[in-house]
């Protein structure tokens, strides 16, 4: 209807004329003999409407089948589709659409030739990743059966190594999964005490080494989502606890449940972040201030938490006092039936 009216308003100067040309008819008429004039008016009127309506009719339809060959050949700029848009137009346009054909077409091959490398990219640092957790296994294995060899100094230090190391690679595993076109998660229950259990256990040696007290008030807890995102996602959580811990650390777990969501709290008691720092801990690359305890971090972690929270439909909320603490907030809204609508 909208463009039905617009080619009224584009053509109303002929919608005009033809109306001008029927007064003169009628005048004509009236002079020359009044019994016509009352006969034939009505019809020369009729005549013209139906005239005009006839011409917006076939007009509106040319502009429709237009649009949508152009809607095509912006879509696919192919031969086949140029040239089935070139014979609706004229033949001035035709230049300017052969014209916008050879940009689209090269915009299309740099577009292509700029997937193809992503695409080898992405599947380099997967294959990187993966080919990286061997080594990474044979050392762990080294330190869980060769501890009576190694003095606890070295194992310690190696022990960090190997976490710091297994760290960066699950972060590029994800980054990568992030970026990539398809996604594999897989949504189910999860029992949270397991899950959580899990990802302390990766962090035990760097735990023990800074002397974490762990207070887990969790119960029989159990939430829906996929369960490598939320593993690594509490992985990120605690990692940043253990990098900006205070002298006497401490890690609180804990769940509340409303109506609409099952509340999970992660909260330290590690030197926090600065007020003006809080709303950018979730921006890519953002670090804060530049104190000694951050002149080494990526600002990748909780970036990468975000993203995947987005992705798994969940929310989050930060909290922190400088000097005191930080409380990360994960919320998993609660899955309504039918019959609760």
Known sequence: MKQLWRITERYYPWLLLLLGVDCFCAIILWISDIQAFQILIGLVVLTSILLFSAILFVLNKRETTRRELFRDFLSDPTICNEERLLSAISREEGESIRLLASVLQEHKTESNSMADALQDYEEYVEGWAHEAKTPLSLLTMLLDNRS????????????????????????????????????????????????????????????????????????SETVYTDRRGLQFMLGQIVSNAIKYSSDSPMLTISMIHSETADVLSVEDNGIGVKKYDLPYIFQKGFTGDSTDSR????????????????????????????GKGFKIVIFFPKLRSNGGK
Request: charged share 30%.
């Open 148 to 219: 009576d060899e190694i003095s606890p100094l070295l194992q310690a230090k190696l022990d960090y190594v190997r976490s710091q190391l297994q760290e960066d690679v699950t972060q590029m595993l994800y980054y990568a999964r992030l970026k990539s076109s398809t996604k594999d998660y897989q949504f189910e229950d999860i029992d949270l005490n397991d899950c959580l259990g899990e990802v302390l256990e990766d962090y035990a040696p760097l735990l023990e080494e800074k002397q974490f007290v762990i207070l887990n008030k969790l119960q």
């Open 295 to 322: 002149k080494k971090a990526t600002g990748m972690g909780l970036y990468l938490v975000k993203k995947i929270a987005d992705d798994l439909n969940l929310y989050l909320e930060a909290t922190s006092q400088w």
